[in-house]
């Protein structure tokens, strides 16, 4: 007697054996199917000596094709829904000129769109920044260079076009649009267009391997770079693909991903037609042996990457250039590589991103010529009010799209109310580089007073004072030195700061082997420095000027003060108390507001100046702080300049009444130090 049937077991078998042979059974059916559609070596040879067979099977195989494109395409109602879809506003001009309408009518609307969003912005009816602005023009002109001798790029509307068209089939994740198909503003069609229409024009590759962008909070970064990065992994036509989004931190690194991941999981056509298959912490194409997913920080676990597409969300927040660098080496191999910088201003002015935002400056003012580089930065003028409606349109492409005109408003009313709030609100939402998370120094209006053509060369034999700050012996020393001329009978004060670095401290700041490339840090031997040397210049100083007096800290430098004073410089003691400290920074401050104050733009000072904190104790007085928590931060520059402009206002101040007695190292009796330098 066979056992009872088994759970799970068909019922129309009464016994295991009875299941086994009816499964074997259908297998064999299987495998006499697949042979009676596979074609033997001998018929296959005679459909390819059969011209009418053969052109039937390789019609089949175009239409598969064909069929396997249209999804890339959307359909002609699609595309109106699409424009009727924008809103009318400042940042979408319309009509299209009368040769960009037959442009579009060719099938390349969104390049249309594109090229009138650059005449209107370089023609004025778009306002925007000057960088955004010099971003438009670099396009127009390269345009222009086509055919030109020695022009290598071409502009291929059929690649740009595609790409708009690929991305705006993807929906919308958040917001009130979601579910909904995205739809690229004309600026985002602008950097979709060049970074994918400029190709070399012998090879067909993509002309562009790193974009920039800087652009402020709400405008819709992770909505752009998501579906992009989708395309990169599965559309561009690279074999084993790999596409990566790297953030200072895992989790803002999956802020990308999870965007990407959930417009895939939306997009079933997209996964079925490209064999794109999506899972918690990863999104293959396994033909192609591709892949897209986030990368942690750790910059040591990042070697052996072989990148194709690198999306670096909110460079600006990076601490260091770690994962930078190893991201851009790794490009290597690859015949059209893309990396996509997309990110916000930050108060790190050590950062690879502020250096990456001064070279894209450069880039933009034709200063430097990197072919290969395209950026484009919304944020402000150095005129402009941030209080004003049309200062926050102008940094703001999405604007009344994604950027709602009712929550600016009250974020700026708030922001007026506080400082550390009006920091916040210049980063995130004007795009702007602040000091520090607690405001000092305007750092527009300190940019402002730098004159790069400014030279010491022209101050030799005129009176000066100097402040020396040799905080630390193994990482930056400074010496400040003031001028003073009368400008039409008002004071004008000139500060040119020299700083000087052992060379074995060179790797503690991504930014310090630059600085000492291009000047602006002198280094001595070793892994301290050399403090005869840096006595050495101040004697040369005083044979060069006028040395009046030479401040220094009494703690740091008391030998090197008995030495200068058997030389014949005359030095003085400069304690660094909040008494010594608040005038003068007091005095900077308003020296850069009204315009007596000239540097000659020395960026390692202006870094030093944006690190600066101020406290303010209940008398009213304020000292420069730098974080705690924050090492990597110096403000020995701004120190060493301090100390020599109050020793400045002492000697003015004794010369218009000699009984003036002002707080200096022999009669304070507050110790409380100024700066932890």
Known sequence: MDPPRRRGRPKKYATADEAYTAKLAQNQKYREAHRARAASPAEVAAIMRDPVRKHELVKAAQERAASRRAWQQPTEDELAASEAELPVTPEWPQPLDEDLIELAGEGYPNVASAFQYVRDVVAGRIDVCRTARLACERHERDIARIGTPGWRFVFDCVKAERVCRVVQLFREIKGPRARRRLRLMPWQRF????????????????????????????????????????????????????????????????????????????????????GVE???????????????????RDATSLDGLNVHFAVLDELAQHKNGEVFDVLQTATGKRSQPLMLGITTAANNQSSVGYEQWQYAQRLLEQKIDDEQFFAIIYTVDKDDDWREEKTWIKANPNWGVSVMPEAIANLCLQAQQSASRQNAFKQKHLNMWTSSAVLWMNMQVWDACGDRKLSIEDFAGEECVEGLDLATKIDLAAKAKWFRREVEGVGHYYLFVDFFLPEGAIGRNDAYSGWVSDGWIITTPGEANDLSMIEATVVDDNN?????????????????????????????????????FSPPMKELEALALEGRLHHNGNPVLA????????????????????????PHVKIDGLVASLMGLGRWM???????DPSIVFLTSATTTDSVPAHAG
């Open 191 to 274: 950097l979709l267009t060049s970074t994918f229409g400029w190709v070399f024009e012998a090879t067909g590759t993509r002309r562009f391997r790193y974009v920039l962008c800087y652009v402020p909070r709400g405008n819709g970064k992770s909505t752009l770079a998501a579906p992009l990065a989708l395309y990169m992994l599965a559309l561009d036509g690279e074999g084993g693909s790999e596409v990566y989004a790297a953030a200072v931190t895992r989790q803002q690194a999956r802020l990308v991903f999870d965007t990407a991941q959930r417009m895939a999981e939306r997009a079933p056509e997209f996964r079925r037609r490209f």
């Open 607 to 630: 870094w030093n100046v944006g690190c600066v904190k101020i406290q303010e104790d209940h008398k009213g007085n304020i000292f420069p702080r730098k974080d705690s928590n924050e």
């Open 278 to 296: 999506v899972s918690a912490h990863a999104i293959v194409q396994n033909e192609t042996a591709s892949l897209f997913r986030p990368l942690s």
């Open 544 to 580: 060069l000027y006028t040395l009046k007096d030479v401040a220094y800290d009494p703690w740091q430098a008391r030998m090197m003060a008995a030495n200068l004073e058997n030389a014949g410089v005359p030095v003085i003691e400069y304690r660094p108390t909040v008494g010594n």
């Open 650 to 656: 002492f000697l003015d101040a004794t010369e218009r």
